[in-house]
């Protein structure tokens, strides 16, 4: 074992690790030690090496609280300019999600005052909402594009997605979804619209190292199985991974699709086919769960989570926090909603949004208390990881640190 110095030695803290066979991973009176911000020891505090509090440069001890890894929001749309909640008022009055799009709301709403803003201007609108989700006790964000749909409003929107990073001190994945609506000016010119994508849009803001990953919206209100098809296979030839808005509201196979492509991810998944299902679990394509616009869109269709948990299929879950259908700021109550609307227990919930969000975005050091790990944790002012889940609201996270390093969550 290394006898070099630790820069933090947390002790008399539940650990939550997401590792082995006990349930979440748990390890009682347990003991994680930081250093170059990595995890460089973890497990009971019996166990630690003799000069283990002689070996930290700073010592806690933390009374028995709760220590997860840090929280993984894996499906955001952050960025963005204005707001709809007009449209909440009209889907209150009994207007649906396409009956508002096809009348010019909807994500075309966004787009116009999105390309209307600065780039100051939207970092100065999302940065409360990101800073909304790091006093909930995430540090690792995937933000997408797509309020854009032109080349210099989705590069804006990106190098704002950066920038948050940057001044919060947390992890962002950008993920380009130009395929997300038609642009009012190509109404009449779908295919010139989905060539501008494939040819123009991606490869300059991918040569600019501003995308991460691809996405698309596969949907009977968003673009075909084979538009979307045409814009994977040049994310594949940029070698980029690949995501997808699928079977949210019918079911047009794009989980088995995105699956085909070895992509990270299909997310929403409501009218999941049993088919699909078996496309992703054969490829390890991970079922990401919105409960946020489930909720928010007052569905009635449940995802097929027993169908996932027998497959063997990994769900993660998070915000897809939207202007429109999904305002939610707390990675945790997407948990908690999870948990009530679809059924999943709260050690599936928490795996959601710790191991297998980190292996939506194609992140595996992140995600779980190991030897190794990138130090990225959340210490709870509670003391069982249920209560995660359990308490709607409220101010439940004591301290975050990202790399090692605390974070400040005011």
Request: aromatic share 6%; hydrophobic share 45%; charged share 20%.
């Amino acid at each position: 074992m290394s006898t070099s110095p630790w820069d933090h030695l947390l002790l008399e803290a539940t650990l939550a690790t997401f590792v082995g066979d006990e349930p979440y991973g748990l390890i009682a009176d347990g003991a994680i030690a930081l250093s170059n911000g990595h995890i460089a020891w973890v497990g009971h505090r019996s166990e630690l090496p003799p000069d283990a509090v002689d070996r930290a440069a700073k010592v806690e001890r933390l009374g028995g609280a709760l220590v997860t890894p840090g929280l993984i929001d894996c499906h955001t749309h952050l960025v963005f300019g204005g707001h709809r909640a007009h449209e909440f008022d009209l889907r209150l009055n009994g207007a649906s999600y396409e009956a508002i799009a096809h009348a010019g709301g909807g994500i075309v709403s966004t787009v116009k005052a999105t390309r209307a803003a600065s780039e100051d201007e939207l970092l100065a609108q999302s940065l409360p909402r990101a800073r909304a989700l790091l006093a909930d006790g995430v540090t690792t964000l995937e933000i997408k594009s797509g309020y854009g749909l032109e080349l210099e409003s989705e590069r804006r929107m990106l190098r704002v997605a950066r920038r948050i990073g940057e001044t919060l001190g947390i992890t962002v994945r950008t993920t380009f979804l130009g395929l997300h609506a038609l642009p009012p000016e190509y109404k009449e010119r779908r295919d010139a619209y989905v060539a501008l994508v494939c040819e123009q849009m991606l490869p300059a803001l991918a040569a600019e190292g501003l995308v991460d990953a691809v996405d698309a919206f596969c949907e009977n209100i968003g673009f075909t199985h084979e538009e979307t098809r045409r814009v994977f296979d040049c994310a594949k030839a940029l070698g980029l991974p690949v995501k997808l808005h699928a079977e949210q509201l019918s079911d047009l196979d794009g989980s088995a699709l995105v699956a085909e492509y070895d992509g990270l991810s299909a997310d929403h998944l409501e009218y999941l086919s049993d088919t699909g299902i078996r496309a992703m679990a054969a490829k390890g394509t991970v079922a990401v769960l919105l409960p946020g616009a489930f909720y928010a869109l007052r569905e009635t269709k449940l995802p097929p989570i027993a169908g996932l948990r027998e497959h063997g299929t990994a769900m993660a879950i998070a915000t897809d926090c939207n202007p429109g259908t999904s305002p939610l700021l707390s990675l945790r109550m997407a948990a908690g909603m999870a948990c009530t609307l679809f059924r999943l227990t709260p050690e599936e919930a928490l795996r959601g949004i710790t191991v297998n969000a980190a292996r939506a975005l194609g992140m595996h050091d992140r995600g779980t208390l190991a030897i190794g790990q990138h130090a990225d944790l959340v210490v709870w002012r509670v003391g069982t990881p249920a209560e995660l889940c359990y308490w709607i609201g409220g101010e439940l996270v004591r301290a975050v640190y990202r790399a090692g390093r605390p974070v400040s969550i005011d």
